[in-house]
């Protein structure tokens, strides 16, 4: 009977005398997703909170200007204002909903999808767009487009409630009337604000919200994937940060084969002469995210510790693995 012998398993990270297996990195990631899970429900639950509030707020008001003819209507465009606020609120909750939601629908996409089809691969640069969400978080939306996409789900019938609530008062009490001038004046903020300067100013706040709905809405969906929309925001992946690597070295193919196969890099070869040294030299041109620098110098300092690197930031890389070729216009 022969005997199967297990390979250990190549450590993939290393710190301070600590290595990390390919198991320990699998199972750190999935600590990972069920940790921004849980954020991204919190935030969640906070915006379900946020429309709560004004839900409720909205049916105290009612109940008590339509109690009484004798109850003021302004108490309606107090509730109004108290119902942008929310908005704010509720807009910047989402912002940071938007955020924990984009790692997650990373993670599910390119790290557990990835699993469950051949190749089993993730796509070239979902890590370095997962580091660069990790290290430097930033909101996939901005808050205009977040306060528009919430006023479009949420609020819009809310504040139209309150309005056309807000019209009814002023029509029936104290007593039903169909006249323009009595609504006018009915309207009026005593003792110091005219009827025709509130329903200005309502009809402006009312028209600037709606303007901004509609202005934001294309935006919001610019960034919404293609194919079967999910709840919440699915912002487009963000673009990683290119460099281009210049490795001048004599260990051309050594080199070449290690950068392809273990970064999954496109390497083109150059060849060159030192002016001073009148050698030849082979020059490797290899564009790389900025998070695989340092495994690339490791790389190049493994197989040919005389070589010369020069790393340069690049404006963009198009092509397989970076921003796909885009069609003349």
């Known amino acids: 009977m022969v005997e199967e012998t297990q390979q250990p398993e190549s450590s993939s990270w290393t710190y301070q005398g600590r290595q990390a297996t390919s198991s320990n990195f699998v199972m750190t990631l999935i600590h990972l997703y069920r940790a921004e899970i849980m954020r991204a429900n919190v935030w969640r639950n906070r915006l379900d909170t946020t429309t709560n509030w004004a839900v409720a707020t909205v049916g105290a008001a009612l109940t008590f200007t339509f109690s009484s003819a004798e109850n003021p209507h302004f108490v309606l465009l107090l509730v109004l204002l108290l119902m942008l606020t929310f908005l704010y609120i509720e807009a910047r909750r989402y912002r940071y909903y938007a955020m924990w939601y984009e790692r997650v629908h990373l993670l599910e996409t390119d790290f557990i999808a990835a699993m469950l089809v051949p190749p089993h691969q993730p796509s070239a640069d979902w890590g370095a767009t997962l580091h660069d969400s990790l290290t430097t978080p930033t909101f ?26 807000w019209t009814l008062k002023l029509t029936i009490h104290p007593t039903t009337t169909d006249i323009t001038a009595e609504i006018v004046k009915r309207a009026a903020i005593p003792p110091l604000v005219p009827g025709n300067w509130v329903i200005g100013v309502v009809g402006v706040i009312y028209i600037a919200l709606l303007l901004l709905a509609v202005l934001t809405a294309p935006a919001f969906k610019a960034q919404m994937p293609q194919g079967r929309p999910l709840p919440g925001i699915l912002p487009k992946r963000r673009p990683t940060k290119e460099s281009l690597a210049l490795i001048i070295t004599t260990q051309r193919d050594a080199i070449a084969a290690r950068l392809m196969h ?9 060849s060159g002469i030192g002016m001073y040294t009148q050698e030849t030299r082979d020059v490797l041109l290899c564009a790389l995210t900025d998070v695989q620098i340092s495994q690339m110098q490791e790389i190049v300092r493994e197989t040919d510790p005389g070589a010369f690197v020069i790393i340069s930031k690049t404006i963009t890389v198009r092509g397989g693995g970076f921003t796909p070729m885009e069609p003349p216009s």
């Open 262 to 270: 273990e970064l999954h890099r496109g390497v083109t070869a150059v």
């Open 140 to 165: 996939p939306i901005s808050t205009w487009g977040a306060v528009g996409h919430r006023y479009r789900r949420n609020y819009i019938w809310l504040v139209s409630l309150l309005l056309c609530s």
